[in-house]
């Protein structure tokens, strides 16, 4: 049984999101919040709520140990990119690209 939370619109680059994502994929879900704790990224808060959000899911179906599960999917895709201007010299303007992710997080059981 798989249970899935996603957050959408995050307001941080996918590059930077799959370094912190990288630390925790495969890894026990307690394993990972303790990872998630001390890991100085802004990403790691953001990715730690959303694990405990899967495990909240997890938790409404009686049949799932939450014990036992781990993190069997984690990505980020890239979201909506917001452009902003930046003046320059000469009257020229440069473009300054803010990035957005779509982090999905999937959970399942450990085999016995």
Do not use: W
Request: proline share 4%; no cysteine; net charge positive.
């Amino acid at each position: 049984m798989e249970a899935r939370a996603i957050a959408k619109y995050v307001r941080i680059a996918p590059r930077k999101v799959r370094l912190v994502i990288d630390l925790v994929k495969g890894k026990r879900v307690d394993e990972a919040l303790a990872i998630l704790d001390f890991t100085p990224k802004r990403a790691a808060k953001v990715i730690k709520k959303l694990v405990k959000s899967a495990v909240a899911n997890a938790e409404q179906n009686p049949d799932v140990d939450i014990d036992n599960l781990y993190v069997k999917k984690i990505y980020a895709d890239h979201g909506p990119i917001l452009k902003r201007i930046r003046p320059r010299a000469v009257g020229r303007a440069y473009l300054i690209r803010k990035r957005t992710s779509h982090i999905t997080v999937v959970l399942d059981e450990l085999e016995q």
